[in-house]
């Protein structure tokens, strides 16, 4: 259903006001539009003639011509020169049969000749200057590729003559250190040995000189049991010979003389053990302080220079030895001290 009020239910501050219509809007003239001006006309350059002039060239397919091989510039050139042979004995027999053939033979080997002939004019039309150059460019190609081979194969010979050169190198020092190591190993076998041995003969040596010590006193003893049974004997008026008594005395000193002197051997014999045992250990404490040394020296070296000497590790090339040596001269100060013994280096694992 249509509504009668909907023309009539504008408010009033909408475009019409009641049933007076509202005044037109006020619109502004616009400016007038700009003058197009064409860009000016840039004369073309060389180079976009070259182009355009390029772009109506038409390509034409140039055919190389297809080069035999070796072997059939061989093959030719041998049947152009058997041909020529078989000519020339042609001509030979022709000449001395002059009057002798008939001219049946004679047609027939002027029909050979002839054919010969034509197959050598054949063979020359293809066998031209330009077939020649491209024989004698495989032939310079086959010669630089036989050369570069022989090279090839030099260097191959020369890098396996090395790697040989240098597994024996690696199989001698490795014999060596297997040699060196038992060596140290029979060393340290013999220096126990020995140590022990000599302990053997220090521990008898003392038990001797203890026993001699022992001897002593019981000499000693004896001579002051002799002493107090000759005055207990002189206190109840017992008769006591002298001689006894100065011949016992005797004995007793010659005895006492005797151990004394086995004891000063015995005490010599120690003495010679104990330095020997000594210098024993302040040997085998100096070779172990070398060997620490060493080991020492070769992982400095290990670290500044690598697994080899730079002085021998540039292959001959003595272009590439002053060079690094020059880069490590760049980095010396008259100033400068060396570096401390158990300097801390970078960590080479990282």
Not at 77 to 104: A, M, Y
Not at 168 to 192: F, G, H, M
Request: charge should be positive; proline fraction near 5%; glycine fraction near 2%.
């Amino acid at each position: 259903m249509s509504n009668p009020n909907f023309y009539n239910d504008f408010q009033s501050s909408f475009t019409f006001h009641g049933n007076n219509a509202a005044p037109p809007p006020f619109f502004s003239v616009p400016p007038p539009p700009r003058p197009m001006h064409p860009p000016p006309f840039a004369p073309p350059t060389d180079q976009d003639f070259i182009k355009s002039f390029e772009r109506y060239i038409g390509k034409c397919d140039v055919e190389n011509p297809k080069t035999d091989s070796i072997s059939v510039v061989r093959e030719k050139i041998s049947n152009l020169v058997h041909t020529l042979d078989e000519l020339k004995e042609k001509e030979r027999i022709l000449q001395e049969n002059v009057d002798n053939f008939t001219d049946g033979e004679w047609d027939f080997h002027m029909k050979d000749i002839e054919n010969k002939k034509a197959n050598t004019r054949r063979m020359l039309h293809v066998i031209n200057d330009l077939y020649i150059d491209n024989a004698r460019k495989l032939l310079a190609k086959r010669a630089s590729k036989r050369l570069r081979m022989k090279r090839m194969k030099l260097e191959r010979s020369r890098e396996k003559k090395e790697r040989m050169q240098q597994l024996e190198e690696t199989s001698r020092k490795i014999d060596e250190n297997l040699k060196k190591i038992q060596d140290d190993i029979e060393k340290s076998k013999q220096e126990a040995e020995a140590k022990l041995h000599a302990d053997i003969v220090l521990k008898e040596v003392m038990r001797k000189k203890t026993d001699a010590k022992k001897c002593l006193v019981k000499l000693d003893a004896l001579l002051r049991l002799r002493r107090a049974r000759l005055n207990t004997a002189k206190g109840r008026g017992e008769t006591v010979a002298e001689h006894e008594t100065v011949a016992f005395e005797n004995n007793i000193e010659k005895l006492k003389q005797l151990w004394s002197k086995k004891l000063e051997i015995y005490d010599k014999e120690e003495n010679d053990l104990r330095a020997t045992l000594k210098d024993s250990s302040d040997v085998k404490s100096n070779v172990i302080e070398t060997d620490e040394v060493l080991e020492n020296l070769k992982q400095w070296r290990e670290i500044l220079f690598g697994d080899r000497l730079p002085q021998v590790n540039f292959k001959g090339d003595a272009n590439k030895f002053v060079s690094i040596r020059c880069e490590w001269d760049k980095y010396v100060c008259t100033t400068g001290s060396a570096l401390p013994l158990g300097w801390v280096v970078p960590n080479l694992q990282p």
